[in-house]
């Protein structure tokens, strides 16, 4: 399939710490549609975390406890929030810690498992790796200021999210003077392997000084 016709989300979290599944939960989430030439904020919400946010995570995001007192759960707002995933390519930078998050989170409150409801999954640090190995990292802050890409509220959900939706769109027309315009294409690029499934992935095998919370 040819990629600029895929319908993608661009997806951030912000969460109470690193472990999903575990004791960590999500404070913010946001996704952003990226068809062709429009990127457009489909979703964006803070969360109850059910649990004290950490004094850290506050001084790095800015979400205290007092702010998502009154915002839904997970459970309120997993059903509309998952209207905006299903059947786009799922992405972000560090996209494991992300979807990594996400899936725990559905796990609990939903039958069907976030990953069978997405076309396909793509994180932009692998294909930052592949791109701009020139770099010294690629977490956001450098990739975005490599490709000239402002982030107007870092460290949060939507700005976050708005911003690698920008880098995707610069990553993918790099990929394109590479000669790669289809996703078996940037399955080549990235070395991943291909599979029978129509969710094929290419997600990195580590975050790469990426992003975390």
Same mark, same amino acid.
């Given at each position: ?67 998502? $007192? ?25 996209? $494991? ?14 039958? +069907? ?40 509220? $870092? ?26 315009? +289809? ?31």
């Amino acid at each position: 399939m040819e990629l600029h016709t895929l319908p993608f989300v661009v997806v951030d979290v912000e969460t109470t710490g690193g472990q999903p599944g575990g004791i960590d939960r999500v404070t913010e989430v946001a996704a952003v549609h990226v068809d062709g030439e429009r990127v457009s904020l489909a979703f964006h919400s803070l969360v109850n975390p059910g649990r004290p946010i950490p004094w850290m995570i506050t001084r790095l995001t800015g979400i205290d406890d007092a702010m998502v $007192r009154d915002a839904p759960t997970f459970r309120d707002l997993a059903g509309e929030f998952a209207a905006h995933l299903v059947g786009r390519v799922f992405v972000a930078h560090n996209a $494991r810690f992300d979807l990594g998050f996400l899936s725990a989170e559905f796990a609990r409150v939903a039958p +069907t498992p976030l990953p069978e409801l997405l076309m396909g999954q793509l994180c932009t640090v692998r294909l930052a790796r592949r791109l701009l190995n020139h770099l010294p990292r690629r977490n956001l802050d450098a990739v975005a200021h490599h490709y000239g890409v402002s982030i107007a509220d $870092r460290h949060r959900a939507s700005g976050d999210a708005l911003a690698t939706a920008e880098v995707l769109r610069a990553l993918l027309r790099d990929a394109s003077h590479r000669g790669v315009h +289809t996703w078996e294409d940037l399955e080549t690029l990235l070395g991943a392997r291909t599979s029978r499934s129509r969710r094929r992935r290419a997600m990195p095998a580590s975050s790469d000084g990426a992003d975390g919370v």
